[in-house]
């Protein structure tokens, strides 16, 4: 039906007009989810003035699927399970339907110094353990073929590490890094290998970042204090991510337009979308465009 319309973008067909009254009967009406578990760069993956990569997601996923925020900055992969253990993490993280992915991103705290930063440091066969009960979870919660995506820690930036530590402690910086670029690869090369194990896709931040072949400028330009992600990084995540799911999850995938390269009312997907496009609507009958065949 959206083909038909596209060969002829400037005037709606009878055709065209009747093409989403038909999805609406053989489809699910409730829209989709996707839901994002992690840490703070997942909690400040919306952020505006980071042009964060979960709103990169929403984006892309407009009148299709609501992107659910469920990032708990400062959070390693065990005090996340403790929450989801709870009546209020039980509410919060899976009492949600219509779950088309989950994305699973922890290890930047996990990856923290033993001795430096006990408080933060989670083992890595437990984070290795943590990762996969975190998808037993997510399957059990919201169908054994939920999507669901791990992505691995970023790496890490002494010199910008060691500045923000400066200018937050002034006096009191120690000069020591609790966080590293060999920790956070560890950290990231565990979720790899759980992904395999597990089978499932698996975002490669650290590696991909470092990759001159990937990237357009130096990678500690991708982070804002060399943990957490600049605005650059967010935008390559953010499309990292969604090529990602086009290469290897092609059924949730959303395609923007050919013609004008928007989302807002020409993309095309498997996944349905909420109400049809405002070109798809006859103005002299509108109901008609609206009514959901038997």
């Excluded at 992904?195 to 990937?214: F, G, H, I, N, Y």
Aim: aromatic share 10%; glycine share 6%; with cysteine.
């Amino acid at each position: 039906c959206r083909e038909r319309l596209e060969s002829n973008p400037s005037r709606a067909t009878d055709a065209s007009r009747h093409c989403y009254a038909r999805i609406m009967s053989s489809t699910n009406v409730k829209r989709g989810k996707i839901i994002l578990f992690g840490d703070s760069i997942t909690q400040m993956s919306f952020s505006a003035a980071e042009c964060g990569w979960g709103a990169w997601i929403a984006d892309r996923y407009q009148r299709r699927c609501d992107v659910l925020n469920r990032g708990f900055s400062g959070y390693n992969s065990d005090w996340f399970l403790n929450f989801a253990a709870t009546d209020e993490g039980k509410t919060e993280l899976f009492d949600h339907d219509n779950v088309k992915l989950v994305t699973v991103f922890f290890g930047a705290n996990d990856a923290s110094d033993v001795e430096l930063n006990p408080r933060h440091h989670v083992p890595l066969e437990r984070y290795k353990s943590n990762i996969k009960e975190m998808v037993y979870l997510a399957r059990t919660n919201f169908g054994e073929d939920v999507n669901i995506i791990l992505i691995a820690p970023p790496p890490v930036c002494h010199d910008a590490r060691l500045k923000f530590q400066k200018a937050k402690y002034k006096d009191k910086a120690t000069g020591k890094l609790e966080r590293t670029l060999e920790l956070s690869g560890q950290y990231a090369k565990a979720m790899t290998e759980v992904a395999k194990e597990l089978e499932l896709p698996c975002l490669d931040v650290w590696t991909m970042m470092q990759d001159s072949s990937s990237t357009t400028q130096p990678w500690q330009e991708y982070l804002s204090d060399g943990l957490h992600l600049s605005a650059a990084g967010n935008k390559f995540l953010g499309e990292a991510l969604l090529d990602l799911i086009h290469d290897l999850l092609p059924e949730i995938a959303v395609t923007p337009c050919a013609y004008t390269g928007n989302i807002n009312s020409s993309s095309k997907s498997s996944m349905r979308r909420i109400a049809p496009w405002h070109d798809e609507i006859d103005h002299l009958q509108p109901e008609k465009s609206f009514k959901q065949e038997p």
